[in-house]
């Protein structure tokens, strides 16, 4: 083993994730750490901090990049050791958050694929399954495979309030839920407030809801059934926009880049620009780049993904790629014979193996699935 920053962010990786290192990893990890002040202050800010980095920018990354950057290991000590020298910092974390995406994504490739009994392909792909992790305010990482209360919850509540992280009493403490691909959630905050929570997606929320408003940080999308509290209002934030309310049961979607409010029942307050819109039941809210429209719209459509299924109406390729990228964490390729404008209409449950929705899809169709583990290749019939 080299003390190179690729050997290094496999021992972080391990010592993140509280996994015992060898007598040999410690001593490298010593060595590395005694090289200079630096070092020392990027481990204790991972350490720390680390879990609070905003992992979605690495959604950016293609699978062989992050594959390259774990392989550039391999290559000859004397440039590897220009690389160290030139940006050990940078190297690090990205060598670390590379090595952690790539290991994920072949962990949840290998846990959803699944050998096929029948018909042309050799693998078929499961849904979406009940599960999170939580990054808590004290660094701890905790995995949820339930739905979780984060009142009534012991394990989380002790989990929590361990640690080394010292807090004042009236201080809010936010904690990190994130959803990857072909995960789903179902989180009640502190004020009875139920928050579904699609793939990869990310909710901000504290333990409880002090002073005269309860607010959370949405990245994704979620349906909310806010508990009704005149007094203190709630709002969700998304990156360009906030959301408003008293009571009411709402879905908020930031995937694209025009972000999307649908409400079913009460009433919102959208503001974003410094511009607010009120909106109905049976209306939703777009907002890009500070421009906000009000219309009515599909709530079927709109809440389908909240109640398990896929309902297709009038999309396009690209839209219903997006939704099987999510729900079961494929790498989808369209052909260039793919008319992008065209729509198509159809529905079916969500909760069935990928085999069944893409039959579905070509009965309603005129294209074509070729699926390869989890590579889905969309063709012209």
Known sequence: MDTNPFDIADILVKKFKMIPVS??????????????????ALFNKLMQDGANFDL????????????????????????????FAAAASMAVFLAFASYWFFLKSQEEQTRHIVEKVDGKEKHDVLPA???????????????????????????FTKSAIDGDVAIESDQLVYHTLLVPAANFFKLTLADGTAVWVNSKSELRFPTTFSGSERRVFLRGEAYFEVAKNAEKPFYVKTEDAE??????????????????????????????????????????VQWL?????????????DLAWKNNEFYFKEDNILNIAHQLK??????????????????YSGEIRRNVRLSEVLRMMAFVSDLDFKLNKNKLLITKK
């Open 243 to 284: 959301v408003k309310v008293l009571g009411t049961h709402f879905n908020v979607s930031t995937y694209g880049k025009a972000s999307k409010t649908s409400l079913e029942e009460g009433r919102v307050e959208v503001s974003s620009n410094n511009k607010t819109v009120l909106v109905f039941p049976g209306q939703s």
């Open 23 to 40: 007598e040999e990893e410690a001593l490298f990890l010593e060595i590395w750490l005694n090289r200079s002040v630096k070092n020392q």
């Open 326 to 343: 999510l729900w079961y964490d494929l790498e989808v390729s369209i052909s260039t014979d793919v008319a992008l404008d065209a729509t």
């Open 56 to 83: 979605f920018w690495l959604d950016q990354l293609k699978e062989e990049e992050a594959w390259d950057s774990v392989q550039r290991k391999r290559r000859p000590r004397k440039y590897r050791f220009k690389i």
């Open 129 to 155: 399954n009940l599960g999170a992790k939580i990054i808590l305010a004290n660094g701890r990482e905790l995995q949820v495979e339930d739905t979780l209360d984060i009142v009534s919850d012991h394990k």
């Open 289 to 301: 780049n500070g421009e906000l429209k009000v219309k009515p719209t599909n709530l079927q459509k």
